[in-house]
């Protein structure tokens, strides 16, 4: 037999706890494994709706006295649900409240029965008798009593995904882990689960063994966990050990391989983490004997550095949604580490820019690193358009390399951005550019031989074009001239800005320049007049000493 739904509301108003408790246990009881509570009904409908009809007209009066019912019993269940949530606002025996809570945990699983359930007063409610207040600091010790017990944690995830989301919407949270060494509890926690051993110093004691899915989702949530701790509080100088701690378990994720599993979503927290962090602290990724090296370059360990670089292609190659999310971390990570440490500058160079070779292809139109790197220079995205030329730049060592490896064209944005349009530095731009290395640009023999017919602008050898002029007569081309003359006017008029390069290599509006010239040109006519005026009205012989 079906509990009465309305019985049960009638003894919620009057307060009988006892038989709040009697009637909503038999209902749980019925309904513990119902997740739909007009099922019946919608297969009728369904069915009626498929049939083929007869006598439509007797069918009206049927299908409308059905089609009743489910309303009915989904406003019963509403009007059940906001008794309850109005019940367990006030002082309940815990057997009362606990029955209630399940009874309200059965009608969430319909969602047409949600609506007195997801309003602010009732998610409130549901919040303080959760204990939300609580949870980061049950959380928290939790997470600290596994790691003092030594034993590798299990069953951790979700515990580890409401950590995350706690960090992610509320700030007050993240500046409280942060004071409470947050930092160096995720970190412990992270070596914990990934079963890591310390040789000496910062040196981890390397396995080529592949971990679980399981670790590898607990992995991915201390991660994104870490990166909300650390990402934008202040670093105190003290804390320079822990931070290249952190850096030797970055590179060592870095490395890790999963049993069966993509391991793309695990890469992208590891670089924003490392991206992060100070640039003192990169050295660690290189800091590591380099006979335990699968690449390596003047004689410095480039696993690291070739893991990101494959990471960076692969993200390249998968173009999509979230671009700047996926890729300007792992851009910006390279960016700086090139600048701080020469090897990895010229191990990248190598792979990204090597000596050019086919110059007949436009650097845009190329399928290579170099290729994909220049096209996201013209990007809509202003962010991933900056990171990317900001990569190449870094790589030409802040020179005149730029423009050849990528054009003028596709380098005018970073140019004009840097005041480098006039081809002269500005004093305080480019910081780390004296400390560049003097090594030579190493042209192809190929190169040489076209270099003085690339067109800077597009970056290749253009196709020879006949010239326009050829056999026009000077009247001709005088009537080109003027149909030229007014087109760039039309152009000019309030549709196309024209610019020029100021001094300090910056663009700025041409007409600025030509008002100024012309302002200071008349000043000096101005002044010429005043001298002659003066001049004319002195005595000769003044006016013969004045001039000698």
């Known amino acids: 037999m079906a509990p009465d739904v309305e019985k049960i509301i009638q003894s919620i108003s009057l307060g009988d706890q006892d038989a709040v408790q009697l009637l909503l246990d038999s209902y749980n009881t019925q309904y513990a494994e119902c997740f739909f509570f007009n099922t019946e009904a919608q297969e009728r409908k369904k069915f009626r709706k498929n049939k083929i009809r007869d006598c439509a007209s007797n069918s009206d009066s049927d299908i409308d006295s059905d089609d009743k019912r489910p309303n009915l019993l989904l406003r019963e269940l509403q009007d059940l649900a906001a008794a309850l949530l109005c019940f367990v606002g006030g002082q309940l025996q815990p057997a009362v409240l606990r029955a209630c809570l399940h009874t309200l945990r059965i009608l969430s699983r319909d969602r047409r029965a949600l609506g007195p359930m997801v309003t602010d007063s009732s998610l409130l409610t549901l919040t303080h008798l959760g204990g939300i207040n609580l949870l980061l600091q049950g959380l928290w010790e939790s997470l600290k009593q596994g790691i003092w017990s030594g034993a590798p944690p299990t069953g951790q995830f979700y515990k580890l995904r409401l950590l995350f989301l706690l960090t992610a919407l509320r700030p007050e949270l993240r500046l409280q882990l942060q004071q409470e060494r947050g930092v160096f509890v995720l970190t412990s926690a992270l070596e914990q689960c990934l079963v890591l051993r310390w040789a000496d110093g910062n040196q981890l004691i390397t396995d080529s063994t592949s971990v679980s899915k399981e670790v590898s989702q607990d992995v991915i949530e201390i991660l994104k966990t870490i990166f909300n701790v650390a990402h934008r509080f202040y670093r105190q100088q003290e804390e320079a050990t822990l931070y290249r701690r952190l850096a030797a378990v970055l590179r060592h994720c870095l490395l890790l391989s999963c049993d069966g599993a993509d391991t793309m979503e695990e890469l992208q927290h590891t670089v924003n983490i490392l991206s992060a962090l100070p640039l003192t602290c990169l050295d660690v990724m290189l800091a590591v004997p380099v006979g335990q090296a699968s690449h390596q370059y003047e004689g410095v360990n480039m696993d690291c550095v070739h893991a990101l670089l494959l990471f960076m292609d692969r993200r390249l190659n998968r173009q999509g949604q979230k671009l700047k999310e996926k890729l300007t971390p792992v851009l910006s990570l390279l960016t700086e580490s090139s600048r701080v ?41 202003t962010d991933v358009k900056d990171c990317a030329a900001e990569l190449l730049f870094v790589l030409c060592k802040e020179n005149s390399r730029f423009v050849k490896y990528t054009g003028y064209g596709n380098a005018a944005g970073l140019l004009a951005a840097r005041g480098l349009l006039n081809g002269r530095r500005n004093s305080g731009d480019g910081q780390f550019a004296s400390h560049y290395s003097s090594d030579s640009d190493s042209d192809t023999e190929e190169y040489r031989q076209v270099r003085s017919k690339i067109n800077l602008v597009t970056g290749r050898v253009e196709a020879e074009q006949p010239n326009p002029m050829e056999g026009m007569t000077e009247e001709e081309k005088e009537e080109e001239a003027c149909r030229l003359i007014c087109m760039i006017n039309r152009l000019s008029d309030q549709i196309i800005q024209p610019m020029g390069v100021t001094r300090d290599g910056r663009l700025a509006p041409l007409w600025g320049q030509m008002r100024s010239c012309t302002e200071e040109k008349e000043e000096e006519e101005d002044e010429y007049e005043e001298e002659e005026q003066g001049l004319s009205s002195m005595p000769q012989g003044l006016k013969d000493k004045t001039m000698k």
């Open 341 to 381: 440490h020469r090897e990895t500058r010229h191990y990248l160079r190598q792979k990204i820019l090597p000596p050019l070779k086919d110059v007949a292809v436009r650097p845009e139109q190329d399928s290579t690193l170099r290729g994909q790197l220049v096209r996201l220079m013209t990007h809509v995205d």
